[in-house]
């Protein structure tokens, strides 16, 4: 009897071992991919990707571009992306039924970009400004025309200044490192042994020769990039030399850190005010970033509209940072105007292997208008 019952419940648990049992259902795979890629007539560098296949579910569309790669999903197989440089570009395609389950497509493409540069790798191309504004008069300019820059406005600072000027900077401010050709100003940092230093750049200041109190001022430029640079154009109050910093006032028209390190980025720009407050350091400020590329590829313009009410930052005429100095009495007085390249320092670190000497700010011109 026993022997029976355990043969019957036996015989039950094999059946429904059975019964439990589901069929291994086959995927199959898309078939026939196909891409069509084509490059822009109008756009440099930009190619749009047109992806077919049979009994797909979606396309992923991978562009290998360095840091700027990108994947874009689409039902319908269309993808675009721009490449900034020259160089052969692999495009990953892939036919999707899953996202683990896809059929896969290898192309490559080659850009072959127009020079953005001259000779002596200066940008050709960026945004520029009008010369001529509504409601305001061009009071002062420096177009940086001839072949040396015009004493009668510029300033050389020369050396370390205290404490790497405030800020333990390495570089030692030399005047042969600035120059004048073709209508640009550059301002070079080199990895240069001079003195207890190890880099050289430059530093030139308008102090004692050209001040002003409000108005719009637009500086076109491009900039220096790496680990370790730290170019700016700034402003510090007429006072300064009675009152001392921060109490003088400091406006931060553009500066960048660059680098990789959080916090420093060379498609990032600072614009930032110090002051005084009831005897301690104030400041305020604001970042923007390109969405794609770097400030050294091209020249943007750097501007402020300062008036009695507030300082407004620009990039390419985008605002993006505003602060009211409506009851900011360090703002309402003369200001002089600063171009220099830092090398180290408290706030961008210092050069490692990554940065590449010589790096330059190039600057096209600067502009300053008031209102009538």
């Not at 750049?201 to 108005?215: C, L």
């Not at 360090?330 to 390249?341: Q, S």
Request: proline share 3%; aromatic share 12%; glycine share 8%.
């Amino acid at each position: 009897m026993y022997r029976s019952i355990l043969i019957f419940l036996t015989i039950i648990s094999l059946l429904s071992s059975c019964d439990n049992e589901e069929p291994e259902v086959a995927i199959i795979l898309p078939t026939n991919l196909e891409t069509v890629i084509t490059k822009s007539e109008t756009v440099e560098g930009k190619v749009d990707v047109k992806a077919t296949a049979y009994d797909e579910n979606y396309f992923t569309i991978h562009f290998e571009d360095g840091e700027n790669s990108e994947t874009i999903e689409d039902v319908s197989g269309k993808a675009t992306h721009t490449f900034a440089s020259s160089g052969s570009y692999t495009i990953r395609t892939r036919a999707h039924i899953t996202p683990s389950k896809f059929i896969q497509k290898v192309d490559t493409v080659v850009i072959e970009l127009e020079s953005k540069t001259d000779e002596n790798g200066i940008p050709l191309f960026g945004y520029s400004t009008p010369m001529t504004y509504d409601g305001y008069s061009l009071v002062w300019n420096d177009e940086f025309e001839g072949n040396e820059l015009n004493e009668n406005d510029w300033n050389y600072e020369i050396g370390t200044g205290s404490n790497g000027w405030g800020n333990n900077e390495s570089q030692y401010y030399l005047k042969e490192n600035t120059e004048v050709n073709n209508g640009i100003l550059s301002i070079t940092a080199r990895q240069q042994s001079y003195n207890t230093s190890n880099y050289t750049s430059s530093r030139i200041t308008t102090q004692n020769r050209r001040s002003f109190k409000y108005g719009r001022i637009d500086i076109r430029a491009a900039l220096p990039k790496g680990q370790g640079l730290w170019p700016a154009l700034w402003m510090l109050g007429d006072n300064i030399t009675s009152v001392s910093w921060p109490k003088c006032g400091e406006i931060d028209i553009m500066e960048l850190v660059g680098g990789t390190e959080s916090g420093k980025s060379d498609r990032t720009i600072h614009g930032t005010v110090h002051w005084e407050n009831n005897g301690n350091h104030a400041e305020y400020g604001s970042r923007n970033s390109l969405l794609k590329g770097d400030f050294s590829e091209e020249f943007h313009v750097f501007s402020i509209i300062w008036n009695e009410e507030y300082i407004r930052w620009y990039r390419d005429d985008i605002p993006y940072s505003t602060i009211d100095i409506s009851g900011l009495s360090a703002f309402h007085d003369k200001f002089f105007l600063i171009f220099n390249v830092a090398v180290g320092g408290n706030w961008p670190g210092y050069p490692d292997a990554t940065t590449k000497f010589p790096q330059s700010m190039h600057v096209d011109y600067i502009r300053v208008f008031q209102k009538n």
